[in-house]
């Protein structure tokens, strides 16, 4: 498999998003996805009203996916460099 860590990233993000809509008035779950999620560290910032879950949820599995896809290529490039 050529993307593995992208794909495994990706589901963790989608876990992480779908744990949060489901269990989001329990605290621990809160902090966990509030810790976990690097676009909403910065989302809060850029909205002075509401914060769109939709949104916020479709940056944070984008952003787990781009993490995969680099450490993939990552990995790529060091196995043809060792090679």
């Excluded at 992208?6 to 966990?32: K, R, S, V």
């Excluded at 850029?46 to 995969?68: A, E, H, I, K, R």
């Amino acid at each position: 498999m050529r993307y593995k860590y992208t794909l495994i990233l990706t589901i963790i993000g989608a876990a992480l998003c779908l744990i949060h809509y489901i269990g989001h008035e329990y605290d621990p779950i809160y902090l966990l996805f509030y810790s976990l999620s690097v676009p909403a560290w910065f989302y809060p910032i850029f909205t002075y009203t509401d914060v769109n879950p939709l949104l916020l949820y479709f940056l944070t599995t984008l952003s787990w996916t781009v993490m995969g896809y680099v450490i993939d290529r990552f990995s790529i490039y060091r196995q043809s460099r060792s090679q």
